[in-house]
């Protein structure tokens, strides 16, 4: 019985929570971030490289897009406009810790966090995985802003260039030289990876 409600309701568009969440019902909105939460952590995750900032833009998103919410025009999935308002939430993070800086091992730490269920049989791979990928973290840590958000929207979190274009508010043609430029950067810092 409690599971086909769960089926239920991941059949409900997002559309659908939106116009409740602007009618009132805060549970809408409790739906979306449920929908939504895993995905937009993991971005922030990739953005700023450290769990405690990416949870701080994580619940900033949130509450962004809940301000937000009466003026989302629907010219876009809900989720390419969530991820529009994560990115700049990310980016205002950057600019205010960019004097701060990030660690590789706050980023091992965001990493771990997330893999610990998926390789708990397996403690040691787990382990290397998360190194390379902290390394890998700390090259995309270097790329400017822009270059940084196309690299983690494709490849983290699987958008086509379409998508990341409504995301950034620019075209596909410049998704794909952000994206080309970005990972020719990628391969000169880890060439020795």
Same mark, same amino acid.
């Given at each position: 019985?409690?599971s086909s409600?769960f089926v ?14 602007v009618e009132? @019902? =805060?549970?809408? %909105?409790?739906e ?5 939460h895993a995905? *937009?952590?993991g971005?922030?995750c990739?953005?700023l490289g450290?769990p ?18 009466p003026? %989302?025009? %629907?010219q876009?999935?809900f989720s390419?406009?969530?991820y529009?308002v994560?990115i ?5 993070h950057?600019r205010?810790s960019?004097s701060r800086g990030r660690?590789?091992m706050?980023y091992?730490?965001c990493?771990?966090e +997330? ?6 049989? %397996?403690?040691?791979?787990m382990?290397?995985k998360?190194e390379?990928? =902290?390394?890998?973290?700390a090259?995309i840590?270097?790329?400017p802003?822009?270059?940084?958000a196309?690299v983690?929207l494709f490849?983290a +979190?699987?958008?086509?260039y379409r998508? *990341?274009?409504?995301?950034? @508010?620019?075209?596909? =043609?410049?998704v794909?030289s952000?994206?080309n430029?970005?990972?020719?950067n990628l391969k ?6």
């Amino acid at each position: 019985m409690l599971s086909s409600f769960f089926v239920v309701n991941l059949m409900i568009p997002d559309d659908v929570y939106v116009h409740k969440t602007v009618e009132g @019902d =805060g549970s809408a %909105f409790n739906e979306l971030v449920q929908r939504h939460h895993a995905k *937009i952590y993991g971005l922030a995750c990739r953005m700023l490289g450290n769990p405690d900032d990416a949870s701080d833009a994580t619940q900033e998103t949130f509450l962004e897009a809940f301000k937000s919410l009466p003026s %989302f025009q %629907f010219q876009s999935k809900f989720s390419t406009w969530l991820y529009r308002v994560a990115i700049n939430t990310c980016q205002q993070h950057i600019r205010k810790s960019d004097s701060r800086g990030r660690t590789l091992m706050s980023y091992s730490n965001c990493l771990r966090e +997330q893999n610990r269920q998926y390789d708990s049989d %397996f403690p040691e791979r787990m382990v290397l995985k998360t190194e390379r990928d =902290g390394l890998i973290q700390a090259a995309i840590d270097q790329l400017p802003p822009k270059q940084r958000a196309v690299v983690v929207l494709f490849y983290a +979190q699987n958008l086509k260039y379409r998508e *990341i274009a409504l995301v950034l @508010d620019c075209s596909e =043609g410049t998704v794909a030289s952000r994206l080309n430029t970005a990972i020719r950067n990628l391969k000169s810092m880890l060439k020795d990876l």
